[in-house]
């Protein structure tokens, strides 16, 4: 099967040691078994592993993360001796219609960067060469024809919930962050409108419509869904935290958590 990636995915590349949010910290890091008998091996790996799972430090960091934020074992082993998900992180794949469409997961400093700082709309290049028309569920986000919140509005089909009520859904939401409880408790107790909202993503137009575009291609069309993560982000940045950091915690919070993302394609279906 030929995997597709967006154009982008050629520059991607981790930060590693200059990495201000690195991923190797405040997760769960599960060991596929086929890794767990390669690490079996080497007693100094074995030993910080409990259930197949990285012995994570109190504060929150892997136990093989060095204080520069290198990672120990690919200094000592070599990349290729870490993990799936060490190894495969923050890269996603979607099977659909014989194909694989994958890309980079906005939970990550550097694809944050790629995708959200674009240009121009991506294109999807296969691995052998070949390139796959966008679907028009993503060409619709970038129909720069029409204002940004009215190409929202489409994708949603007029369907928008008022800034009180999505917050509200989202603090219903397993959490990892406080600051995520924090954001969305300021939002319910002083919601922000309509009107402020779509001032705010009609004057970053590129950077939202290259959010919502993303979405819509991991999600493949879930439309009312990045309409709704786009006002979402918005009202976060009303409430003071910069853009980028905004998109990256919601990727954290909604997207890599199982539940989180489940539960909300469906209420925004
Ligand atoms: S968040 Fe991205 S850039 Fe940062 S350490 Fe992880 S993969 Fe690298």
Not at 29 to 42: H, Q
Not at 131 to 154: C, H
Not at 252 to 266: C, K, M, P, R, T
Request: glycine share 6%; with cysteine; net charge negative.
């Amino acid at each position: 099967m030929i995997t597709y990636w967006p154009d982008y995915y050629r520059e991607f590349k981790c930060k590693a040691g200059s990495c201000q949010h690195t991923c190797c910290s405040g997760w769960v890091i599960g060991i596929d078994e086929k890794s767990m008998e390669r690490f079996g091996k080497e007693p100094d790996i074995v030993s910080k592993i409990t259930d197949c799972r990285f012995d994570m430090r109190e504060d929150g960091r892997c136990p093989f993360l060095r204080d520069d934020n290198l990672c120990e074992m690919i200094i000592d082993y070599g990349e290729d001796f870490l993990c799936d998900i060490c190894r495969e992180h923050p890269r996603f794949y979607n099977g659909v219609d014989g194909h694989i469409e994958a890309g980079v997961g906005l939970v990550c400093e550097a694809a944050c960067d790629l995708v959200l700082d674009a240009e121009k709309h991506f294109a999807l290049e296969g691995e052998d060469g070949s390139v796959l028309e966008l679907p028009s569920y993503i060409k619709d986000v970038f129909d720069e024809s029409m204002p940004l919140t009215l190409r929202l509005t489409k994708i949603a089909n007029n369907r928008r919930a008022s800034s009180k009520l999505r917050a509200e859904i989202f603090d219903e939401m397993e959490t990892l962050d406080p600051l995520w409880d924090e954001l969305t408790a300021k939002i319910i107790a002083d919601p922000v409108t309509e009107e402020a909202e779509d001032e705010l993503i009609n004057n970053n137009a590129k950077a939202f419509a290259n959010f919502a575009a993303y979405l819509q291609y991991r999600y493949r069309g879930f439309g009312r869904f990045s309409a709704e993560a786009c006002y979402f982000v918005a009202d976060i940045v009303l409430k003071g935290l910069p853009f980028k950091d905004a998109v990256r915690m919601f990727s954290g919070e909604v997207e890599y958590s199982d539940v989180n993302i489940d539960s909300a394609l469906e209420i925004f279906e």
